[in-house]
């Protein structure tokens, strides 16, 4: 019964759509259509679904009455109508061949041999090959290889459609109406959050976030109310073939319009308007606005990074540029406040011109609220350090002595303050220093250093370790 497509019924289009996208490359979307039901067995249809749905996520219930109907079996249909298919499936069958010899045309009558485009089953295993040519048996006999010219078939071969259908076989109790949600997940759908954060040159800042989405389903939704679920989902990944094509943006400008609410361990943003998702589309949505926002800028001497071992020799010592942060944090003090989902932060400042100039980006995880935000620029280009080892003794066989030295120079014209980052393993101890230190955790010792314009300090401690 499913195959036979004129007895199908099909269905309008939803009178209500609310879609959820996740940032992991999937949607779900939930529609309200109306069915208009026969009494007995019978095909329902519903065509403007998107080509990357995931057929075995489709669910489909009465809302008005879930009892007068009952769904005997579902099918997804996907072998759409196109000249490689219909001549794929008319491989066998008589065609007819229209081809130009010099000023005359030349029609051909007989059997299609082998469609344009073939792929077969490597006969010695492994991955399948494709081969382009077509061949025909002339009703006189002759085989023609790689024609050029038109072809005739006399009918479209049989279960080709023109879209993604679903398709329901359906017991219905009574000829009725009544409205049903229909429920899946289509790949093809994506967002991300990006964020501009431009400084004053103060100390203060101001952060826009947008959210970028990008529709590559094969479907589009006119007036849904849109959702985007921020949080890493567990799901089962299969491969699959995306289609690409040209994004069109589009930017709205305003405050943010989206409400933000806790949803189990993640977090939903529910766009407080209808949204037009168009397919291959990037659209753009104003996320959240943040202005005069205190900004920390640090700069971190981390000379050594992962594994130590100190009898290799001098690890760590020469030059070391320091790396620039700036951080801030995440609270409603700060003119903030809102969880902020991953993304890319670029970050602006004007020049004396009032030019905006690009100072770096990076990216950030999942942030919840009242947390800091660290933000890597690169690596500072007046102030400067050097480090050095200038001695080291065995105690014994398993523990040792060394000294170092870290000299800082600032050769900016604005005082900074520089942290130095001294890393060591196993159980160590420093047992003279040149100024106080803070134990950040097992391995780091933090020295800080302020720093006038053009001074220059050194930070000199010997430490003891032992294995």
């Given at each position: 019964?499913?195959?036979?497509?004129?007895?199908?019924?099909?269905?309008?289009?939803?009178?209500?759509?609310?879609?959820?996208?996740?940032?992991?490359?999937?949607?779900?979307?939930?529609?309200?259509?109306?069915?208009?039901?026969?009494?007995?067995?019978?095909?329902?249809?519903?065509?403007?679904?998107?080509?990357?749905?995931?057929?075995?996520?489709?669910?489909?219930?009465?809302?008005?009455?879930?009892?007068?109907?009952?769904?005997?079996?579902?099918?997804?249909?996907?072998?759409?109508?196109?000249?490689?298919?219909?001549?794929?499936?008319?491989?066998?069958?008589?065609?007819?061949?229209?081809?130009?010899?010099?000023?005359?045309?030349?029609?051909?009558?007989?059997?299609?041999?082998?469609?344009?485009?073939?792929?077969?089953?490597?006969?010695?295993?492994?991955?399948?090959?494709?081969?382009?040519?077509?061949?025909?048996?002339?009703?006189?006999?002759?085989?023609?290889?790689?024609?050029?010219?038109?072809?005739?078939?006399?009918?479209?071969?049989?279960?080709?459609?023109?879209?993604?259908?679903?398709?329901?076989?359906?017991?219905?109790?009574?000829?009725?109406?009544?409205?049903?949600?229909?429920?899946?997940?289509?790949?093809?759908?994506?967002?991300?959050?990006?964020?501009?954060?431009?400084?004053?040159?103060?100390?203060?800042?101001?952060?826009?976030?947008?959210?970028?989405?990008?529709?590559?389903?094969?479907?589009?939704?006119?007036?849904?109310?849109?959702?985007?679920?921020?949080?890493?989902?567990?799901?089962?990944?299969?491969?699959?073939?995306?289609?690409?094509?040209?994004?069109?943006?589009?930017?709205?400008?305003?405050?943010?319009?989206?409400?933000?609410?806790?949803?189990?361990?993640?977090?939903?943003?529910?766009?407080?308007?209808?949204?037009?998702?168009?397919?291959?589309?990037?659209k753009q949505l104003s996320l959240l606005e943040g202005h005069g926002i205190p900004i920390q800028k640090r700069l971190v001497v981390d000379s050594i990074s992962g594994r130590y071992f100190p009898t290799e020799g001098e690890i760590g010592t020469g030059?070391?540029?320091?790396?620039?942060r700036l951080e801030f944090v995440n609270d409603k003090k700060s003119g903030l406040g809102m969880p902020l989902p991953k993304g890319k932060f670029k970050v602006y400042q004007r020049d004396k011109s009032g030019s905006v100039q690009l100072l770096g980006e990076d990216q950030i995880d999942h942030t919840p609220r009242?947390?800091?935000?660290?933000?890597?620029?690169?690596?500072?280009?007046?102030?400067?350090?050097?480090?050095?080892?200038?001695?080291?003794?065995?105690?014994?066989?398993?523990?040792?002595?060394?000294?170092?030295?870290?000299?800082?120079?600032?050769?900016?014209?604005?005082?900074?303050?520089?942290?130095?980052?001294?890393?060591?393993?196993?159980?160590?101890?420093?047992?003279?220093?040149?100024?106080?230190?803070?134990?950040?955790?097992?391995?780091?010792?933090?020295?800080?250093?302020?720093?006038?314009?053009?001074?220059?300090?050194?930070?000199?401690?010997?430490?003891?370790?032992?294995?």
């Open positions: 019964m499913i195959g036979m497509i004129a007895a199908v019924l099909a269905v309008s289009g939803p009178t209500q759509t609310e879609l959820t996208i996740y940032n992991q490359g999937f949607g779900l979307v939930k529609e309200t259509r109306k069915f208009s039901f026969r009494q007995g067995r019978q095909t329902i249809s519903v065509e403007d679904v998107p080509s990357l749905i995931q057929p075995t996520s489709v669910g489909i219930r009465g809302l008005t009455d879930a009892n007068a109907f009952s769904v005997l079996e579902q099918n997804y249909q996907y072998d759409l109508i196109s000249p490689q298919a219909i001549l794929n499936k008319s491989v066998g069958k008589r065609i007819r061949f229209v081809r130009s010899v010099g000023n005359l045309k030349e029609v051909v009558e007989g059997t299609l041999l082998s469609s344009p485009i073939a792929i077969v089953a490597n006969p010695q295993g492994g991955s399948q090959q494709t081969y382009n040519g077509m061949v025909i048996r002339t009703d006189d006999n002759r085989i023609l290889l790689n024609p050029t010219g038109e072809i005739d078939v006399a009918s479209v071969p049989e279960g080709l459609i023109s879209k993604p259908t679903l398709l329901w076989d359906v017991q219905a109790e009574r000829a009725h109406e009544q409205s049903v949600e229909l429920c899946y997940v289509s790949n093809g759908l994506s967002w991300s959050a990006d964020y501009v954060l431009t400084l004053d040159g103060t100390g203060g800042s101001d952060v826009q976030g947008w959210v970028t989405l990008n529709n590559s389903s094969g479907a589009t939704w006119k007036d849904a109310k849109l959702k985007l679920l921020a949080g890493d989902v567990n799901v089962i990944r299969e491969q699959i073939r995306m289609p690409t094509g040209r994004s069109l943006g589009v930017r709205l400008r305003g405050k943010t319009e989206f409400q933000e609410e806790t949803l189990f361990e993640y977090h939903l943003y529910t766009l407080e308007r209808p949204a037009t998702v168009r397919n291959r589309e990037t030059d070391v540029k320091p790396q620039v009242n947390e800091r935000v660290s933000l890597v620029m690169g690596r500072s280009f007046d102030v400067v350090a050097s480090r050095k080892r200038t001695s080291f003794n065995w105690i014994k066989s398993n523990s040792w002595r060394e000294s170092f030295e870290i000299e800082v120079r600032n050769r900016s014209a604005m005082p900074e303050s520089v942290e130095v980052l001294e890393r060591h393993y196993g159980d160590w101890t420093i047992t003279s220093k040149s100024q106080e230190f803070a134990k950040l955790d097992s391995n780091t010792a933090q020295f800080k250093v302020d720093l006038l314009p053009n001074q220059v300090k050194k930070v000199i401690y010997t430490v003891e370790t032992k294995w």
